[in-house]
T-cell receptor, first 122, second 108 residues
Framework: QPRLVQSGPEVKQPGASVKVSCKAA????????ISWVRQAPGQGLEWMGW??????????AQNLQGRVTMTADTSTSTGYMELRSLNSDDTAVYYC??????FGPGTSFDYWGQGTLVTVSS | EIVLTQSPDTLSLSPGERATLSCRAS???????LGWYKQKPGQAPRLLIY???SRATGIPDRFSGSGSGTDFTLTISRLEPEDFAVYYC?????????FGQGTKVEIK
């Protein structure tokens, strides 16, 4: 059974950076992409981007370009999402999910991590 | 960017009733690349339907999806207590990927 386990909650000051990890198990990591989705308190889901674990390609949401980097360590089957220059609007639960990784039509997200709460506050 | 508009925002129904949720896209979604997710408070979303009409692993057959082009529907034939939640549609046919704003199914 595939499983994604994310790192714990973070509290950051405005202007700082955060790096969230997502450790995969139960499947061949390089056969699937890792997508990232965030959800602000009381709000809907926002797509952030994806990382293709097979070829290292990435695709980011335009509103996060320049601030976000998605990477992975295939030796430990772990994906990472780093977000820089944090502000209060970045306070959200960040989810990783298995799926996508294609510049054309992609895939749905069939397994999700438990979520990581990132709070940006001075 | 493809904008997904879900309706209604809230659906108030009783257990055992049928729920019909709509997701309308601002332009045609290629290859029916649309999914539906269910999210309960404090939990991660869970995939219900992919490719517009295929049930994900372990999803009961009271959940069904239909539609193509710009109009898609999620139907729950008979609501069980655990089905009261928020439902999101998601298109992955074009970039950027987008989600609908969600439909809350609440107990009447």
């Amino acid at each position: 059974q595939p499983r994604l386990v994310q790192s714990g909650p973070e509290v950051k000051q405005p202007g700082a950076s955060v790096k969230v990890s997502c450790k995969a198990a139960g499947y061949i990591f390089s056969n699937y992409g890792i997508s990232w989705v965030r959800q602000a308190p009381g709000q809907g889901l926002e797509w952030m981007g994806w990382f293709n674990a097979n070829n290292g390609n990435t695709n980011y949401a335009q509103n996060l370009q320049g601030r976000v980097t998605m990477t992975a360590d295939t030796s430990t089957s772990t994906g990472y999402m780093e977000l820089r220059s944090l502000n209060s609007d970045d306070t959200a639960v960040y989810y990783c999910a298995r799926g996508d990784g294609y510049f054309g039509p992609g895939t749905s997200f069939d397994y999700w991590g438990q979520g990581t709460l990132v709070t940006v506050s001075s | 960017e493809i904008v997904l508009t879900q309706s209604p925002d809230t659906l108030s129904l009783s257990p055992g009733e049928r729920a019909t949720l709509s997701c309308r896209a601002s332009q045609s979604i290629s290859g029916s690349n649309l999914g539906w997710y269910k999210q309960k408070p404090g939990q991660a979303p869970r995939l219900l339907i992919y490719a517009a009409s295929s049930r994900a692993t372990g999803i009961p057959d009271r959940f069904s999806g239909s539609g193509s082009g710009t109009d898609f529907t999620l139907t729950i034939s008979r609501l069980e207590p655990e089905d009261f939640a928020v439902y999101y549609c998601h298109q992955y046919g074009d970039s950027p990927r987008t989600f609908g704003q969600g439909t809350k199914v609440e107990i009447k």
